[in-house]
């Protein structure tokens, strides 16, 4: 996964940098470690949005670490009737890489990619590159470029 990253960021000639670091996955504690803002890092969840008994869509919801996900805007921007985490075996499948290291990037056309637009009204967003040992610092437009998010308010402070 951290090999996918640098080069959807490469080839979209993304200004970003990685950062080696102690294996972490806790936003609060690798925001420490890394030295950024908690509100300038991308905290992403795998979730899933029950549509009736046998329907599911999911997505990779993307808040500012010191959000919390809006479960009730998750299902609303799902026309759902329930929203939840995923599984997390289904959250790692999805999403290719271990919880804690899931970057706010998806690869996976079953997991749509959603960003809350308060996570962009920062310069540079932070993130587990697809390891919990490295990050990967970028410039939020060159962000928006290479992945081009669906933007919905999905954070709660």
């Known amino acids: 996964m951290h090999d996918r990253l640098v080069t959807l960021f490469q080839e979209s000639n993304a200004v970003f940098r ?7 996955g806790r936003t609060e504690l690798i925001s420490q470690i890394r ?18 008994k046998k329907s599911r869509r999911y997505y990779l919801c993307v808040v500012p670490g010191d959000c919390r996900v809006d479960m009730e805007a998750v299902k609303t921007l799902g026309s759902g009737t329930h929203a939840t985490f995923a599984p997390q075996d289904v959250a790692e499948q999805l999403s290719g890489c271990v919880m ?8 996976n056309p ?8 308060k996570l962009l009204e920062h310069d ?18 060159s962000y928006v470029k290479a992945t081009s998010p669906r933007l919905a308010a999905v954070g709660t402070r």
């Not at 804690?100 to 690869?107: E, I, L, M, Y």
Request: charged letters at 20%; glycine letters at 6%; proline letters at 8%.
């Open 18 to 24: 990685v950062v080696e670091h102690p294996a972490e």
């Open 110 to 117: 079953e997991l749509e990619l959603v960003v809350d637009p």
């Open 35 to 52: 030295g950024n803002s908690l509100p300038q890092a991308a905290k992403a969840m795998v979730l899933m949005v029950k549509q009736g």
């Open 100 to 107: 804690g290291a899931v970057p706010p990037v998806s690869f």
């Open 124 to 141: 540079e967003l932070v993130f587990n590159a697809g390891r919990l040992d490295r990050s990967i610092f970028i410039q939020r437009d």
